[in-house]
């Protein structure tokens, strides 16, 4: 008699999933980096100062509160910058990348670290204003609620090109 030989039923294997890339940690993004120098370039020129004031200044269509050092060939810069809206709470601080003042960083009051560079202080404050008007923080009337604004309304990615 002959014997009928089976062939084993072939399954099919469930693909082995890539893993999840490991999130980079928070000190090693450029984000940190960016607002570490912030930090720095505050702290230079807070060193270098002979006096710091805070007051309103004019820029642009723009009314800021700002902190100005006072130096000792008689200039000013600003360490840093305040963007409110019209009912008065602060929408996003902005501050300078260097001591020349090139490069501003722009840094929204949201909880979750948000920030974009600028070549100038008018472009970094418009650009707050901006966003701030898009994500529905402009008319916010308290801290808690330009939190929730911002949290409601996450930023869309940055162009890698423009960092925009």
Known sequence: MATATTTPRTTRQPRA??????????????????KC?????FAQLHQ?????????REVGPHRIFCA????????ERILQAFVANPEGE????????????VMWLSRTMAKAVEQSRHRTLLDAVDEAHAE????????????????????ANPRTPACEH???
């Open 162 to 164: 423009c960092g925009r």
């Open 17 to 34: 999933r890539a893993a999840a890339p490991a999130p980079v940690p928070f000190r090693e993004t450029p984000e940190y980096r960016f």
């Open 132 to 151: 701030a008007v898009e994500r529905g923080a402009w008319t916010a009337d308290s801290y808690d609620a330009v939190q929730d604004a911002y949290a």
């Open 68 to 75: 100005v050092a006072k130096m000792d060939d008689g200039s």
């Open 48 to 56: 270098a100062a002979t006096r710091v004031d805070l007051e309103f």
């Open 90 to 101: 602060f929408i996003a601080i902005v501050g300078p990348l260097d001591t020349e003042g």
């Open 37 to 41: 120098q912030a930090e720095e370039t």
